[in-house]
């Protein structure tokens, strides 16, 4: 047995639907900008003939389960959801083709890139790192992940509300990259490995938050989600 200083973080993980089995997450990849409709509503364009995707990260450790009450985040005043589809990754792929990028996929999810819209923006427009807008306590918020090996999404819609008020309403149908294109171009810069998600990124009609908000949503025929955004700290 390691002897260690202090208890060591658990592995984060999240439930599988029909079995007890739970699926053990490695890293949460995150696709920007992925819709043309909300890069537009963020004032950016994209490209894709020049433009290559662009991707950043959220520690496991920020994994939250649907249903959860989170408590509103410290050092914003723009706490905003993104609704989006997740790729649960179920073996290890490096340099895929995109014909080969069906082999790794596990199943899919429902997931909130929960983000600190002042923050990021701040970053972005200073050309810093975004992980204070995206990588904190408690914003990757992920449904239960739903077997599907080797199933390519190619259109289901996607929606979430406030409130049971609608926000985002729209299909993976319009993603910039699709889940193939993701897949083999994320594999040529890691080695991806069971555990790992992909969220690919949110269509428009992103915005705020607010304690005491409620959020539904889902993918269809993937599953719902829920949180509940709770009192600052
Ligand atoms: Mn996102």
Same mark, same amino acid.
């Given at each position: 047995m390691t002897a260690y200083l202090f208890t060591p973080p658990e592995i984060a993980s999240l439930s599988v639907r029909g079995t007890s089995q739970r699926f053990a997450v490695n890293r949460i990849f995150c696709v920007g900008r992925n819709y043309h409709a909300h890069a537009a509503e963020m004032g950016r364009s994209v490209d894709k003939s020049v433009d290559p995707a662009f991707y950043f990260t959220k520690s496991p450790q920020t994994l939250v389960p649907s249903g959860a009450t989170v408590p509103? @985040? @410290?050092?914003? =005043?723009n706490y905003h959801y993104e609704m989006e589809l997740v790729v649960a990754i179920g073996s290890a792929g490096f340099r895929l083709s995109q014909e080969q990028a069906? =082999?790794?996929?596990y199943g899919y999810a429902s997931g909130l890139d929960m983000t600190r819209r002042d923050l990021q923006l701040f970053a972005r427009d200073k050309g810093r790192p975004w992980d204070l807008g995206k990588?904190?306590? =408690?914003s990757a918020i992920c449904s239960e992940i739903v077997p599907m090996p080797g199933v390519v999404l190619e259109q289901a819609g996607i929606a979430m509300e406030v409130n049971g008020v609608t926000r985002q309403n729209s299909n993976i149908?319009?993603?910039?990259?699709?889940v193939r294109e993701i897949i083999a171009d994320l594999s040529r810069f890691y080695h991806l490995q069971a555990g790992d998600l992909i969220y690919t990124g949110t269509p428009e009609g992103v915005g705020a938050v607010v304690p005491g908000d409620r959020i539904t949503g889902r993918v269809e025929g993937v599953a719902e989600i829920a949180l509940t955004i709770g009192p600052a700290e």
């Open positions: 509103y @985040p @410290p050092g914003t =005043q069906h =082999q790794v996929i990588d904190f306590e =408690q149908d319009k993603l910039i990259w699709n």
